[in-house]
């Protein structure tokens, strides 16, 4: 049996996705500072493809870079509007498109992730489930260069949200975003693509709210970065 060669491209791959989940996970939090030497050693994965990560999570928006220190991002207040603008033309078409196009199966699968909410849960958890619940619509409209273009989107502002929402006294899901899930999944079992756009503009321009009044209030995600 020949020989298997791991080739840089794989190792670049996989330092991407285990830097990303780092990111993520707020194990390396926004704002915080990206020396190659020291990821090499931290994740033992050698230099060059950990140069690649970052050059490629720069590019997907979770790492910044200004010519000399790369570091986790950290979103302006205009950075989060921009980032809604974008999200609410996608997501609203993917909401139609999803009322047009989902099986059976896709809509028992989004019928089951919203009957999970229980905001008894986690904070974590819940913003998790939000984000499956988004995902689904966006698998349900079938549009493969949708999906794709709202992954990097969708990244970044579960970066903000989940470094926001870690103290469990704030709430990322309401009973009112429950409510607005509910009536989005309705609207797309009943095949109403103009409804079902209408109730995600609305759900999302109600979360893009919440965040900024947030983000008003806590100011260390957008605090400036000094070395």
């Known amino acids: 049996m020949p020989k298997k060669i791991v080739r840089r491209s794989s190792l670049s791959d996989q330092a991407t996705d285990i830097l990303r989940e780092s990111i993520l996970s707020l194990e390396i939090e926004p704002g915080e500072r990206l020396i190659v030497d020291n990821l090499a050693e931290k994740f033992n994965i050698s230099r060059t493809p950990?140069?690649?990560?970052?050059?490629?999570?720069?590019v997907q928006g979770l790492i910044s870079y200004n010519g000399i220190v790369y570091r986790v991002t950290r979103l302006t207040r205009e950075d989060i509007i921009e980032l809604y603008s974008v999200r609410e033309a996608l997501e609203v078409?993917?909401?139609a498109q999803a009322a047009e196009k989902a099986t059976a199966t896709q809509l028992r699968?989004?019928?089951q992730i919203n009957g999970n909410y229980?905001?008894?849960l986690s904070q974590r958890k819940l913003i998790d489930l939000d984000m499956e619940f988004h995902q689904m619509i966006q698998e349900a409209s079938r549009n493969t260069r949708l999906q794709a273009m709202l992954k990097t989107i969708s990244e970044q502002i579960l970066l903000v949200r989940r470094w926001l929402f870690q103290d469990q006294s704030r709430k990322s899901i309401e009973g009112d975003t429950i409510n607005?899930?509910?009536a989005i999944v309705q609207s797309i079992a009943d095949h109403e693509p103009e409804k079902a756009a209408e109730l995600m503009k609305y759900h999302l321009t109600?979360?893009?709210q919440r965040l900024l009044t947030l983000l008003d209030v806590d100011k260390r995600f957008l605090s400036a970065v000094r070395d």
Do not use: C, F, Q
């Not at 950990?50 to 720069?58: H, K």
């Open 50 to 58: 950990i140069r690649e990560a970052l050059r490629n999570l720069t």
């Open 93 to 95: 078409l993917a909401a």
């Open 109 to 111: 699968k989004l019928e």
């Open 118 to 120: 229980d905001l008894k």
């Open 180 to 182: 607005e899930h509910s």
């Open 206 to 208: 109600r979360g893009k």
